[in-house]
C-alpha cells in the first residue's frame, strides 16, 4: 500500500510563509508524480501543485506566483513552498502520489492544517 504523511502546518500571518512537507512509502518515488490538494470544510477537494517524475510542476492560478512544488527523491518527499500567504489559502493540506495522470494511487493522509489569520 502507498502511504503518505503530511507535515508543517500551522498558523501564519497574511503575507507569510510556509513550507509543507509530504513523505510518501510503498512507492518507488522517483517514478511518480506527487502532487498537493487542499480542503475547507463544505468545499471539494481542490488540487493546489503538482510534480512529474521528470520535475515538470504545475500550480493552479491562485497560487502561481506565491507557491511552488518540488520533490527530493533521495529522501521520499515532496515540499510546498508556500509564499506571500492569504486568509482565502487557510485549509488542511494533503498530498497523493499518481501516474502522472492526477489519479490518487495512496491512501489519504490526514493531512495538515494551514491557518492564515492576522
Known amino acids: 500500500q502507498v502511504h503518505v504523511v503530511e507535515s508543517g502546518g500551522g498558523l501564519e500571518r497574511p503575507g507569510g510563509s510556509l513550507r509543507l512537507s509530504c513523505a510518501a512509502s510503498g512507492i518507488i518515488f522517483s517514478l511518480n508524480a506527487m502532487a498537493w490538494y487542499r480542503q475547507v470544510p463544505g468545499k471539494q477537494r481542490e488540487l493546489v501543485a503538482h510534480?512529474?517524475?521528470?520535475?515538470?510542476?504545475h500550480l493552479a492560478d491562485s497560487v502561481k506566483g506565491r507557491f511552488s512544488i518540488s520533490r527530493d527523491n533521495a529522501k521520499n518527499t515532496v515540499y510546498l513552498q508556500m509564499n506571500n500567504l492569504k486568509p482565502e489559502d487557510t485549509a488542511v493540506y494533503y498530498c497523493?502520489?499518481?501516474?502522472?495522470?492526477?489519479?490518487?494511487?495512496?491512501?489519504w493522509g490526514k493531512g495538515t492544517l494551514v491557518t492564515v489569520s492576522s
Open positions: 510534480i512529474t517524475s521528470g520535475g515538470t510542476t
Open positions: 497523493n502520489a499518481d501516474w502522472g495522470d492526477l489519479k490518487p494511487i495512496a491512501t
